[in-house]
């Protein structure tokens, strides 16, 4: 499963699309695609491993799962599960979960949270984790999108290697100080 830097990776590739008009949507995936034909694409985006899609009153949300793939002006035999076709380029998605919402990102994902943004925001993950999460393992914490937007199992095991904090630790009973240096070692990973 891709973890935020991978999905921000991928969005970084895409970003030569931003701008240009969608002439089709498509794809196996239960999503209602018909909003998506004939509309300029805004701004390609990221929360957590969501890569986003914005247009202009909405935003396409794409997950890729433990299976998911993308290919760029490529297609494999099989189905894509979502594609977006333009003019001279396309994204074609296998095995990946897609998610029609209205408005825009920030009204539906909570910025404070995503290891990648500017808008990280330590104090408010500490504050939350002390209060939210205090009987659950860290470990388990930290796969938690809600709170750790973007850290997957790679970056789960370097973060609780690197602040030497066993898995199993219930958060209560790690000390602050420890909990602080643990979310800047998260932070790190969004550099």
Do not use: C, W
């Not at 977006?84 to 998605?93: R, Y």
């Amino acid at each position: 499963m891709p973890e935020g830097p991978t999905i921000k990776f991928i969005s970084q590739k895409l970003e030569k699309l931003v701008g240009k008009t969608v002439s089709e949507a498509s794809g196996y995936g239960e999503m209602d695609k018909s909003k998506i034909q004939n509309i300029e694409l805004i701004n390609i985006e990221t929360f957590g491993k969501n890569l986003i899609f914005v247009f202009k009153d909405f935003f396409v949300a794409a997950h890729f799962g433990l299976f998911g793939s993308m290919l760029i002006n490529e297609r494999k035999k099989v189905n894509a599960s979502f594609a977006l076709h333009f003019d001279d380029d396309e994204i074609n998605f296998y095995v990946t979960r897609t998610k029609f919402f209205e408005g825009k990102p920030e009204d539906y994902f909570n910025y404070k949270t995503d290891i990648l943004k500017t808008e990280f925001d330590q104090k408010f993950v500490l504050k939350t984790l002390q209060k939210d999460f205090k009987s659950k393992m860290i470990g388990d914490v930290l796969m938690d999108q809600n709170i750790f937007a973007g850290v997957g199992n790679i970056i789960r095991v370097e973060v609780l290697f690197r602040s030497k904090i066993h898995p199993e630790s219930l958060v209560e009973k790690i000390p602050t100080k420890n909990l602080q240096e643990l979310i800047a070692i998260s932070a790190d990973y969004g550099e």
